[in-house]
């Protein structure tokens, strides 16, 4: 792969530890003639990754989160190096990052592209998510009645909590943790998963990539809360249908070239991959 050339950093400078190997990174960077530039804002500047070859996020996976939509738009490769919890997208540990940071730099990676959805609501314009997009009660405190449409064909009717429409990218997250199955993230579909469904035959659905959800709510008075990647939201009313796809974009992801997707897997949900006797 190409070196890397002009590097972003972003920052979260309230996750234990990220400012410290930041500024080491960043020292790093500098020192094999990068050229740099950083941020600690959330959400980013507008333009900040422009131009740049690539995008170091040092935090948590919802750091990276954070940066998703503007990475996949501007087509700049991301490296996640994890000061969180678990990190299924912020790879990296801070010294895996302090030790192969200058063979990335030189172009010792490969690039996994991530599939991205997208919504849209009456009130909005389309908005991009890499994990999920989860529809619920604006207040949280009361069922819903959810009907979704595959194109023209009704899928059922849900009375639920609400319902994860998941990325295979997002399926270790709020997908998992409702019962949802675990998907290869270059696995071609999308995963819907009700959330506390009250009929108890409503399991997880996987649904080809190119298919054009529609969720209608038969739920009353209210509005629906509409949450992306658990960090931006909108709102649809009772006559507002919500749209999920597939965006057309991809978010490009630095790994390491011995990368492999279920040794994170293993690692992060401690599977243990072996008898005793």
Not at 11 to 32: H, M, S, T, V
Not at 41 to 54: I, K, N, R, S
Not at 132 to 157: N, Q
Not at 182 to 208: G, K, Q, W, Y
């Amino acid at each position: 792969m190409p070196p890397i050339r002009k590097l972003a950093f972003v920052i979260n400078a309230n996750k234990a530890g990220a400012p410290d190997i930041g500024q080491d990174l960043l020292d790093l960077a500098r020192r094999e003639g990068v050229e740099t530039k950083s941020s600690t804002e959330f959400p980013l500047p507008p333009g900040f990754l422009h131009g740049c070859d690539a995008c170091c996020a040092i935090g948590g996976d919802g750091t990276l989160l954070g940066l998703a939509s503007e990475a996949a738009r501007e087509q700049v490769p991301v490296i996640g190096v994890n000061r969180g919890s678990l990190g299924f997208l912020t790879t990296l540990s801070a010294e895996e990052a302090r030790t192969q940071f200058k063979e990335l730099l030189s172009g010792k990676y490969r690039i996994a592209h991530r599939r991205l959805l997208e919504c849209c609501t009456h009130e909005g314009p389309k908005e991009l998510a890499l994990n999920d997009i989860v529809v619920k009660d604006e207040g949280s405190s009361r069922l819903v009645r959810l009907e979704v449409h595959a194109g023209e064909e009704l899928i059922t009717e849900y009375v639920c909590d609400g319902i994860i429409f998941s990325t295979p990218t997002g399926s270790t997250a709020y997908n998992l943790s409702a019962g949802g199955p675990l998907i290869h993230p270059e696995a071609d579909v999308i995963a819907m998963t009700p959330i506390c469904p009250h009929t108890l035959s409503n399991r997880s659905i996987i649904l080809r990539s190119d298919v054009c959800l529609r969720v209608t709510s038969h739920t009353g008075n209210g509005r629906l809360l509409v949450a992306l990647d658990g960090q931006r939201s909108r709102f649809a009313g009772q006559d507002s249908p919500i749209r999920i796809s597939t965006s057309s974009l991809r978010l490009p992801l630095i790994q390491r070239c011995d990368y492999s997707h279920f040794s994170v897997v293993r690692t992060k949900l401690g599977w243990s991959g072996g008898f005793s006797g």
